[in-house]
T-cell receptor, first 116, second 112 residues
């Protein structure tokens, strides 16, 4: 049972474009929705996260949009750069309610390439 | 600070062999996790620990055992390796009540 569905699997965007990665979740008990960024040969690192009582969060060029009723959230990268080329994972968990001990449920990942 | 350190970084095993992957963190985190990453499958939780001396099963625990004898270390064991366990293994840790998981650099394991 896949609790977090992520799309697309891969994405190629020209420099300056706005790649959008989408995720959908099933468990309404989730209250923490992070995005992780992973470069080849490295471990994932937290990029940005949102809680379900907020519809949008921006950190620099990265924006999460959250739709609680649809149980969907997405990552937008503004003015994308070749250095943003990486694999992006959405995830869901119980972090804000203090129940984050049982870990995160990850999407399958999106391999993003930003062409110069 | 080193953060989360995994040992070894690469390993090739023959089917049926055993090995232990070591994860060490120097951030005094209570929570520790082992994930496996396979192409097109994302990261899946194998086992986790909420404190020294405690362990719990995750989504894909079969064929693995873990131990948390010291707060800073979390060991993942394969008693009899199988080709299906060929994967990249990531350890992560998190502060009690926190939200951000800090990952190690991964261990690439190949079982032939």
């Amino acid at each position: 049972q896949q609790q977090v569905k992520q799309s697309p699997q891969s994405l190629i965007v020209q420099k300056g474009g706005i790649p959008i990665i989408n995720c959908a979740y099933e468990n309404t008990a989730f209250d923490y929705f992070p995005w992780y960024q992973q470069f080849p040969g490295k471990g994932p690192a937290l990029l940005i996260a949102i809680r379900p009582d907020v519809s949008e969060k921006k950190e620099g060029r990265f924006t999460i949009s959250f739709n609680k009723s649809a149980k969907q959230f997405s990552l937008h990268i503004m003015d994308s750069q070749p250095g943003d080329s990486a694999t992006y994972f959405c995830a869901a968990g119980h972090g804000y309610s203090g129940g984050g001990a049982d870990g995160l449920t990850f999407g399958k990942g999106t391999h993003l390439i930003i062409q110069p | 600070n080193a953060g989360v350190t995994q040992t070894p970084k690469f390993r090739v095993l023959k089917t049926g062999q055993s090995m232990t992957l070591l994860c060490a963190q120097d951030m005094n985190h209570e929570y520790m996790y082992w994930y496996r990453q396979d192409p097109g499958m994302g990261l899946r939780l194998i086992h986790y620990s909420v404190g020294e001396g405690t362990t719990a099963k995750g989504e894909v625990p079969d064929g693995y055992n873990v131990s948390r004898l010291k707060k800073q270390n979390f060991l993942l064991g394969l008693e009899s390796a199988a080709p299906s366990q060929t994967s990249v293994y990531f350890c992560a840790s998190m502060l009690t009540g926190g939200t951000e998981a800090f990952f190690g650099q991964g261990t690439r394991l190949t079982v032939v």
